[in-house]
């Protein structure tokens, strides 16, 4: 009796000791993973309806500890990208970037437009801001401002 206790005690404790290091990136992996499937591109559809700027499919990504960066592959100016930043599965903010211009030689865009969007934690949206940054001011607008100002980009797209 005592072997079989000790066997079954040995066994539980090995897969512990295998699995504690390695218990990390596995959740890491499956909270990305939640998030991608939850607040990508399934998510366009809700974005609409609360005016936000849906993700495109054909952006590149990149995941970090506790975001991910959805990023426009082509060109210097338009929607830049889009940051998710979350806890476990739980969306907490959206920050989207929109380049209005673009300095080749520093390499650093000129005049961008923030919009940062927060989440609640029963992940409704709790405020949605809106600042314009270039190198010598940065401002909080107003929603029709910023929409304003996002409706040149797409002028200027379709010369």
Partial sequence: MNKTL??????????????????????SYFSKTCI????????????????LHPL??????????????WYNPSGNTGHRWKNIYFKGCSIKKELDLFAFGYDAEKRQYTKVLEVTTDYDLQEKVLDIRYKVLTASYNKQIEKAEADSLISTLALNDSK
Avoid: H, M, T
């Fill in 6 to 27: 000790f066997r079954n005690l040995f066994i539980v404790l090995s897969f512990v000791v295998i699995l504690l290091p390695i218990y990390p990136s596995i959740r």
């Fill in 56 to 69: 495109p499919a054909s952006w590149g990504r990149r995941n970090l500890d506790s975001c991910i960066i």
């Fill in 36 to 51: 991608i499937e939850k607040y990508g591109v399934n998510y366009n559809g809700q974005r609409k309806k609360l005016g």
